[in-house]
Nanobody, 116 residues
Framework: QVQLVESGGGLVQAGGSLRLSCAAS????????MGWYRRAPGKQRELVAT???????NYADSVKGRFSISRDNAKNTVYLQMNSLKAEDTAVYYC??????????WGQGTQVTVSS
């Protein structure tokens, strides 16, 4: 089993910044991919950002230029730096981990609320 512990969510005014962290522990062999999804009230789940081995990253169009994903391999931790936050970024953010040959693992979710 892999445990994911998220932190960094909260309430921020529009235009502000937050940094989410997600630390993985447990049965970690080789993490191929880490990333973040979000689910806003009444909306479908959205893939926000992904970082794969080698450092390649992908972002949803809605966050490009504002969010930045990074990873500390030594700590098995993924970060999401969120700048220029908008009200529409309000959602529960979930980190996930992919290891080849294992089920995907999910964090418990952290609430991000952006007030306009």
């Amino acid at each position: 089993q892999v445990q994911l512990v998220e932190s960094g969510g909260g309430l921020v005014q529009a235009g502000g910044s937050l940094r989410l962290s997600c630390a993985a522990s447990g049965s970690i062999f080789r993490i191929d991919r880490m990333g973040w999804y979000r689910r806003a009230p009444g909306k479908q789940r959205e893939l926000v950002a992904t970082i794969i081995n080698g450092g390649n990253t992908n972002y949803a169009d809605s966050v490009k230029g504002r969010f930045s994903i990074s990873r500390d391999n030594a700590k098995n931790t993924v970060y999401l730096q969120m700048n220029s936050l908008k009200a529409e970024d309000t959602a529960v953010y979930y980190c996930y981990v992919v290891q080849t040959g294992f089920p995907n693992y999910w964090g418990q979710g952290t609430q991000v609320t952006v007030s306009s």
